[in-house]
């Protein structure tokens, strides 16, 4: 009967990304380990730094009410991290979120 179990952690999807939930900030997170993307640059919210194109790293999104626009790109450290870091975001209001 074991085939009728659901894995703990969702099997790879066609890409080769993995889903799990981490709480964060007090409520549940869908975070997402991805292999990166060409031709597209992110900011790390843990450490302001730049997530070059191609490099693998973990996307999360409030799991309840979130959007597209919710959606936050992290190095994996930086994630890992999240709880032991103050927010250090360096640029203006006005600059772009990438």
């Known amino acids: 009967m074991a085939a009728d179990r659901e894995p703990a952690e969702q099997a790879a999807p066609p890409g080769g990304a993995l889903r799990r939930t981490d709480n964060y900030q007090g409520e549940d997170w869908v975070v997402q380990t991805v292999a990166g993307t060409a031709g597209r640059h992110y ?4 450490c302001d730094q730049e997530i070059p194109p191609g490099v693998g790293h973990v996307v999360a999104w409030p799991m309840h009410g979130a959007g597209v626009d919710d959606r936050r790109h992290w190095h994996r450290a930086c994630w890992g991290a999240r709880e032991r870091r103050a ?3 360096l640029r ?3 600059a772009p979120r990438y």
């Open 43 to 46: 900011r790390c919210p843990g």
């Open 92 to 94: 203006g209001r006005g």
């Open 87 to 89: 927010s250090n975001l």
